[in-house]
Nanobody, 121 residues
Framework: QVQLVESGGGLVQAGGSLRLSCVAS????????MGWYRQAPGKQREVVAV???????NYADSVKGRFTISRDNAKNTVYLQMNRLKPEDTAVYYC???????????????WGQGTQVTVSS
């Protein structure tokens, strides 16, 4: 009923940049917070950045000053601009959206399928 599709991952050298996008589609009435998470091999999934409907943002300490999260509410899209990438940023990146569907009053978190980001040294 609701799908999230990420794009923009790939292979980049250390110091480079990538921009991830995530589009939500389906029977969406509104979206509360949206966020990006990542999971490296052998590690737990961790939050990278979150943005609220009022554009308040929060970042993991490891990415502050390098990554920027933004959203386009008209397009149900969230972005992650990643600059000065480091090898330790290598992971599968997932987007998350807290969605209220038409005909319901409660929200539910939906996840994308993930996009691989690999940073070479």
């Amino acid at each position: 009923q609701v799908q999230l599709v990420e794009s923009g991952g790939g292979l980049v050298q250390a110091g480079g940049s990538l921009r991830l996008s995530c589009v939500a589609s389906g029977r969406i009435f509104s979206i509360n917070a949206m966020g990006w998470y990542r999971q490296a091999p052998g590690k737990q999934r961790e939050v990278v950045a979150v943005i609220t409907t009022g554009d308040k943002t929060n970042y993991a300490d490891s990415v502050k000053g390098r990554f920027t999260i933004s959203r386009d509410n008209a397009k149900n899209t969230v972005y992650l601009q990643m600059n000065r990438l480091k090898p330790e940023d290598t992971a599968v990146y997932y987007c998350d959206a807290d969605v209220i569907r038409y005909g319901t009053t409660s929200s539910y978190h939906y996840w994308g399928q993930g996009t691989q980001v690999t940073v070479s040294s």
